[in-house]
T-cell receptor, first 113, second 116 residues
Framework: KAGVTQTPRYLIKTRGQQVTLSCSPI?????VSWYQQTPGQGLQFLFE???????NKGNFPGRFSGRQFSNSRSEMNVSTLELGDSALYLC????????????FGQGTRLTVV | AQSVTQLDSHVSVSEGTPVLLRCNYS??????LFWYVQHPNKGLQLLLK??????LVKGINGFEAEFKKSETSFHLTKPSAHMSDAAEYFC??????????????FGKGTKLSVKP
């Protein structure tokens, strides 16, 4: 069974640009969540989608958005990039929303210059 | 609200000696608790999980953890460290508040170094 796939693995963007990251969950998983990992703040929850609906959202500005498609694949978008958005963005998939088991992708390393 | 505290930011052990990574949690509900490991430049891998079944949970690579409700602890142990265990370890609680949807709350992480 294929794991969680995140694309691209690495990205370099300029301040002010926007970026879209993609996550393909494990087949059959309907819940996808996104996390931001930085050395200073650690791992922070961004948002969670289940069956195409955003179920929960972390404390991030509106520049961070996401969506989930009918095949459970998810995208997250960051607009008007800031230097502080440089981070490893991790996607996790789970069969159910209550996280009896969540599987993580390898992440997308975003660098904003 | 749930929270997780990893008591040590860095632990160093010699190869072949026991490993103890400490984690305390607070939760208003019956928590689901997890330990994840992250090797450099990699994503997170689930080591083990507690979901209100047996209090002693066995995971992959010889790791285990014991859920102690009275102490609100979920410490990770391994009898004998291997060089390949060097990584960062995260204690995680699932935040479930009644009817709301869940998200994972991560501890700050413990970096494990293993000396030859």
């Amino acid at each position: 069974k294929a794991g969680v796939t995140q694309t691209p693995r690495y990205l370099i963007k300029t301040r002010g640009q926007q970026v879209t990251l993609s996550c393909s969950p494990i087949s059959g998983h309907r819940s996808v969540s996104w996390y931001q990992q930085t050395p200073g703040q650690g791992l922070q929850f961004l948002f969670e989608y289940f069956s195409e609906t955003q179920r929960n959202k972390g404390n991030f500005p509106g520049r961070f958005s996401g969506r989930q498609f009918s095949n459970s694949r998810s995208e997250m978008n960051v607009s008007t990039l800031e230097l502080g958005d440089s981070a490893l963005y991790l996607c996790a998939s789970s069969y159910r929303w209550d996280y009896t088991e969540a599987f993580f992708g390898q992440g997308t390393r975003l660098t904003v210059v | 609200a749930q929270s997780v505290t990893q008591l040590d930011s860095h632990v160093s052990v010699s190869e072949g000696t026991p490993v103890l990574l400490r984690c305390n949690y607070s939760s208003s509900y019956s928590p689901s608790l997890f330990w994840y490991v992250q090797h450099p430049n990699k994503g997170l891998q689930l080591l083990l999980k507690y979901t209100s079944a047996a209090t002693l949970v066995k995971g992959i690579n010889g790791f285990e953890a014991e859920f102690k409700k009275s102490e609100t602890s979920f410490h990770l142990t391994k009898p004998s460290a291997h060089m390949s265990d060097a990584a960062e370890y995260f204690c995680v609680v699932s935040d479930r508040d009644g009817g709301s949807q869940g998200n994972l709350i991560f501890g700050k992480g413990t970096k494990l170094s293993v000396k030859p």
